[in-house]
């Protein structure tokens, strides 16, 4: 089976990296710690994206995505992932708490929890996700071709390293 996903969009000069996660799995949690040590390096040849891939038989992984997608419209991202690792149940109530403590404005955000727009972002990552064959978070794409194998440095840095080489040869060949 071939790992190549043509629907991609690749730029010729910025690596496109894509994310599957889902933050109420421990392996989703330690690959977003590795991708990310991984690629800062590479932080302007990169054009990174976060999908949502939820268990769908959770709530906890639904809301939690739900929240990261509210928390993202109003640039808090990352505020709410980390925020989000503390928890020791995610339900409307602790989502609602958090919120008021990360800061964000209640009269959107509590909207937003609501929103078929977010539901339906987080669900088109979700079929995007299992449009490449995926069952479970984390999965990992650089232009179109998906790691696999366990997240870790040492295997993680060469496929990224490789990956903009090659990008880097595709753009030489473009621009000359």
Known sequence: ??????????????????????????QSRIARQIISASIAPFSE??????????DLKKTESLLAAIALEAARKQHKFQL???????LPTINTLTLLKLASTLELIQ???????????IHTI??????????????QAPA???NGH?????????????F?????????????????
């Open 140 to 142: 990992l794409f650089v």
């Open 80 to 86: 709410m992932y980390n925020a989000l690792l503390s």
């Open 1 to 26: 089976m071939s790992t190549y996903q043509p629907g991609y969009f690749t730029s010729c000069e910025l690596l496109n990296i894509t994310e599957f996660g889902d933050i109420t799995t421990s």
């Open 122 to 135: 987080i669900k088109s990552d979700w079929l995007e996700g299992t449009n490449l064959c995926l069952t």
């Open 160 to 176: 990224v390293s490789f990956h903009l080489e090659q990008s880097r040869k595709s753009s030489f060949v473009t621009n000359n």
């Open 146 to 158: 998906r790691f696999h194998g366990k997240f870790t440095n040492a295997k993680l840095n060469p």
């Open 107 to 117: 009269h959107k955000f509590i909207p937003d929890l609501l929103c078929d727009h």
């Open 45 to 54: 040849q990169i054009e990174y994206r976060y999908r949502y891939f939820p």
